[in-house]
């Protein structure tokens, strides 16, 4: 994709926001793609188990496929081809029960890169079940802060694909059987 948009950076140089030097860095910074982030949907059936698997074996795996080497030396991976360390796995430390996750590549880079095949299908297999939902980080975190009730009407002016509106539902139902 083409990331550059010259009205863009006037709009925003002219606000003054940065100073001249650090404006190369700016523009680097907003390119970068986001990693990808999921998180477990915590009132589906299956939650444990998927928690589980991903603790057990997907980390595992991914963990030990760096350490073997896979498309560059010990503990590396090929990028845009740039040797870099290889991040795995991680639970959001701030989300509950570990359902938050989050790896440091875009969802472009874990279709490419070897050592994520097994993740990547792992991640299109129970996204299609419902049982993991792709989400920005970003777009986990207003629900913590709604303390939405079950009375409380909500209008959800973002709501495509509907996400957060169910992570809202899952969070009001969360223990209730």
């Keep these: 994709f083409e990331l550059e948009n010259a009205d863009f950076e006037e709009y925003y140089k002219a606000q003054n926001i940065l100073k001249e030097e650090e404006w190369g860095e700016f523009l680097a ?53 740039k040797e870099e360390d290889f991040e795995p796995l991680k639970p959001l430390a701030w989300y509950p029960d570990e359902n938050g996750r989050q790896i440091q590549y875009s969802r472009n880079q874990i279709r490419k890169l070897g050592v994520l095949k097994e993740f990547h299908e792992f991640l299109k297999r129970e996204t299609e079940a419902g049982n993991i939902t792709r989400q920005e980080t970003a777009s986990m975190i207003p629900p913590f802060f709604l303390d939405v009730k079950p009375t409380s009407t909500v209008l959800d002016t973002c709501a495509a694909p509907g996400s957060k509106t169910f992570q809202l539902l899952e969070m009001l139902h969360a223990g209730a059987g």
Aim: hydrophobic share 40%; proline share 2%.
């Design 29 to 81: 910074i907003l390119k970068k793609q986001l990693p990808a982030t999921f998180r477990i949907n915590g009132s589906g059936k299956f939650a444990d188990s998927i928690r589980d698997k991903l603790k057990k074996e997907i980390a595992g795996k991914l963990e030990n496929a760096a350490e073997l080497g896979d498309q560059a030396t010990k503990n590396k991976v090929v990028i845009d081809g």
